[in-house]
């Protein structure tokens, strides 16, 4: 039972520094023309929406598109899918992408969730970050949506970039307690492969922070979300009670999902496979897509043990037939190094396993 639909828009105006993501920036005819194979896409796999509860289109940066595009992608949606039954519409953003225009357009198409790329307030650090906004575009952008009465939306936020100080981070949590937003996400910066900034770091142009000093960020910021009442139920996520994200459950509970457009994964009827990277093969041929590994079992730990609640041993058993010891013995010994415990049906990383994860999840894979 497919029960999310993801919705991939490949195009940015400008390429942040650390960004690995399917992304271009392109001409507008390269827009339109992936807009309408996207379009078709869509139409192709419309017998597969009768049980969706939620549909997240993300990037790339969909809202850089020109409102128009979007307003046919929009439409072609709510021509296929009941959005009645659409619990929860997301979209993501860019501040100063966020205009009165655009809050009210998706508002009509009953996207009712904003998930914005803020990173920080600091501008020396988003220009580092080489972001197309400023510390003004966010605070515009958050009263745009207050004036419009979009009152869900998720703040992304990034700590551990270089030259960051602990004042920073403090300024950006303290920004986030003004803020309103429901969500927050908040990420540990990673050097990715074929980055600026990997490259940047290579060259000795730039020096990541001390180790140290990055884990301290991440307990203050642990702590202060906690504090302002936010509940801490991902990894990197953070939320006010009834307002996590519906979507990324989909994914952390290992449930069934469809992707399309440019590079998108989609896993169903016991199977993960996703569409092309290349945008020309992609415009020729968007029913092609590549099986890829997938390992239920595995897949299960390694996305479940994401959530701060962990994985219930009942509901493994139910979908495995299996213990979850049984499959994964290495496994056990992690509750005797104190990375994982059990509390009544739940198998979780404690606090110390959350920053030893990766010890954990060796002996899964
Ligand atoms: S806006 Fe988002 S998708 Fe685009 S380059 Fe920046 S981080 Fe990557």
């Known amino acids: 039972m497919i029960k999310g639909l993801y919705i991939h828009i490949p195009f940015c105006n400008q390429i942040c520094s650390y960004c690995d993501f399917v992304k271009q920036v392109a001409k507008p005819q390269t827009i339109e023309k992936y807009m309408d194979t996207l379009i078709e896409e869509l139409k192709y796999y419309k017998d597969n929406y009768s049980f969706l509860e939620t549909i997240y289109i993300g990037g790339g940066t969909p809202s850089s598109i020109p409102n128009d595009l979007l307003e046919k992608l929009l439409l072609a949606i709510s021509q ?3 959005l009645s039954k659409i619990t929860e519409f997301s979209m993501e953003s860019n501040p100063n992408d966020i205009t009165e225009e655009f809050v009210q357009l998706i508002k009509k198409y009953s996207v009712n ?18 972001r197309n906004h400023s510390k003004n ?5 958050l009263t745009i949506l207050k004036r419009n009465h979009m009152d869900n939306f998720n703040l992304d936020f990034i700590y551990g970039i270089p030259y960051q100080t602990m004042e920073n981070v403090q300024d950006d949590l303290e920004f986030i307690k003004d803020s309103q937003a429901l969500h927050i996400s908040y990420y540990s910066l990673i050097y990715e492969e074929k980055t600026v900034l990997d490259y940047q770091i290579g060259k000795g142009l730039l020096k990541p922070l001390d180790e140290d000093l990055v884990a301290d960020f991440s307990d203050v910021v642990k702590a202060q979300l906690q504090i302002m009442g936010y509940k801490h139920y991902e990894t990197s996520n953070y939320a006010f009670e009834g307002y996590q994200s519906r979507h990324n459950l ?5 449930e069934e999902y469809l992707g399309i457009g440019l590079g998108a994964a989609s896993q169903y ?20 897509r590549i099986m890829e590994d997938y390992n239920p079992k595995m897949e299960y730990l390694l996305m479940g043990l994401r959530k701060t609640e962990g994985i219930s ?13 049984d499959n994964f013995p290495k496994l056990r010994r992690h509750l005797q190094t104190k990375l994982l415990v059990i509390e009544a049906d739940y198998l979780l990383l404690t606090d110390l ?5 990766n010890q954990v999840y060796l002996d899964i894979i």
């Open 269 to 288: 009827d016991n199977k993960r496979l996703i569409n092309q990277s290349s945008i020309t093969k992609y415009s020729l041929d968007y029913k092609k």
């Open 313 to 325: 041993l009942t509901k493994y058993k139910e979908r495995f037939q299996a213990e979850v010891f």
């Open 113 to 130: 969730r904003l998930s914005i790329g803020v990173q920080t307030i600091n501008n020396k650090l988003l220009k580092l970050l080489n």
């Open 137 to 141: 575009d966010i605070i515009e952008a």
């Open 353 to 357: 396993g959350q920053d030893l994860a």
């Open 80 to 82: 296929l899918i009941d």
């Open 250 to 254: 989909i994914y952390w509970n290992l």
